[in-house]
């Protein structure tokens, strides 16, 4: 079973960074992306950034320029680097790995992890 694990979360003043890790415990089979998104109070879940299996970045506008998703290698922990914290990104953070097989396409969540951005 397929389960990604958030690190990185806690509470950072505005204009600060922080770094998210996500690891994956279970055998990947095959990698359609990882991304990150995001869940604020009364809000919905959004996309913060995702890397496609063949390399491609995708970002949420309000992440372009202050947010850079990577990953060291292919299935290998994927980090998300935040750079120029704002109180508007207090959120709680989620990784998801999208994966495929010959029948399906299938989602997995982590748990999540808070950041909170304080002014």
């Known amino acids: 079973q397929v389960q990604p694990v958030e690190s990185g979360g806690g509470l950072v003043h505005v204009g600060g960074s922080l770094r998210l890790t996500c690891t994956v415990t279970?055998?990947?089979?095959?990698?359609?992306?990882q991304a990150w998104y995001r869940q604020a109070p009364g809000k919905e879940r959004e996309l913060v950034a995702m890397?496609?299996?063949?390399?491609?970045?995708i970002y949420g506008d309000f992440a372009k320029g202050r947010f850079t998703i990577s990953r060291d290698s292919i299935k290998g922990p994927v980090s998300l680097q935040m750079n120029q914290l704002k109180p508007e990104d207090t959120a709680v953070y989620y990784c998801?790995?999208?994966?495929?097989?010959?029948?399906?396409?299938?989602?997995?969540w982590g748990r999540g992890t808070q950041v909170t951005v304080s002014s």
């Open positions: 998801n790995i999208a994966t495929r097989d010959d029948h399906d396409e299938y989602d997995y």
């Open positions: 890397l496609t299996y063949g390399g491609i970045t």
């Open positions: 279970g055998s990947i089979s095959r990698l359609i992306a």
